[in-house]
């Protein structure tokens, strides 16, 4: 009697567990597909990018809540599942609610900010962009650390489908000087005069700004711009000069070795304070 592949499969992992005493549960191991055939994004899958619209998916990510991550992740993915993507029903199979778990710095721990996990977050599921997904990442997470936001021109607020009424809510834009969600917070809190608990209208233009920018980067990557080139992309001054004797592969002296694009001075004085 001959048996296929997944028959094969089962006797295999069947063996197996019942050696180990456990029950093991799961999907093919050579297929991002369950057992009905269904796509299931799995390790190293990558899918195709197209152009989307900027403002319309700042919109969504507006619309959306269940934090920032959520918002940003939720708005690019579902944009892409409706576009012309030759990978859109792939995109739409992604349960987006994975990345709740994100919003105030993962669970309100004021670490990393929601809205840049869900950069790196998304930008990883994305097929090769002319070469440019790491760049992107890097330029994203640059502009949220050295730019005024939440977004708040006449035109970004109605494109978003904001009020100015709702503008007395979010006060000031301020520049967070990191990704951390505890400094962007503490540095707006600064700004506007609000406490953490007051931040809601200001994070969600702050979501909806993030995913219009995340989306401009990947169109001008997906049109071949060379997004590693510009100089909005680099680490500051001040963090290039740390590398120079902190470096990944080299140090100056007994100097730890560092890997790391982020604002230095946020956290470190420096030597000479």
């Known amino acids: 009697m001959s048996i296929n592949r997944r028959q094969a499969l089962t006797k295999i992992i069947g063996i197996s567990t019942a050696a180990a005493g456990v029950t093991l549960m799961g999907t093919s191991a050579f297929a991002a597909t369950d057992e009905q055939g269904n796509f299931r994004l799995a390790l190293g899958d990558k899918l195709k990018y197209v152009p989307l619209d900027a403002m319309a998916t700042a919109k969504l990510a507006y619309e959306t809540g269940g934090g920032c991550m959520h918002q940003v992740f939720h708005s690019l993915v579902t944009m892409l599942a409706n576009s012309s993507s030759a990978d859109a029903a792939k995109f739409a199979s992604i349960p987006t609610a994975i990345a ?6 993962i669970a309100g721990q004021g670490t990393v900010c929601g809205n840049m996990n869900a950069t790196g977050m ?19 997470f640059r502009y949220y650390e050295t730019t005024e936001l ?14 100015e009424e709702k503008t007395a809510k979010v006060g000031k834009s301020s520049i967070a000087n990191s990704v951390l969600c505890h400094s962007s917070i503490s540095n707006w809190s600064k700004a506007s005069g609000f406490s953490f608990s007051e931040k809601g209208e200001r994070c969600y233009r702050l979501s909806a700004s993030i995913a219009y920018h995340l989306v401009e980067l990947l169109n001008r990557a997906y049109a ?9 992309s ?11 004797c902190h470096g990944a ?6 100097a730890a070795s560092v890997k790391t694009d982020m604002e230095c001075t946020v956290c470190h004085t420096g030597h000479f304070n």
């Open 122 to 140: 998304l930008v990883n599921i994305l097929d090769d962009i002319n070469g440019q997904n790491a760049a992107v990442i890097g330029a994203a």
């Open 224 to 232: 071949g711009e060379d997004i590693a080139a510009l100089p909005e």
């Open 150 to 163: 939440p977004l708040s021109s006449a035109e970004f607020i109605a494109g978003i489908g904001s009020t």
């Open 100 to 105: 709740a778990y994100g919003g105030a710095g």
């Open 234 to 244: 680099k680490p500051s001054e001040d963090a290039q000069n740390c590398q120079s």
């Open 249 to 254: 592969t080299s140090t100056m002296g007994s």
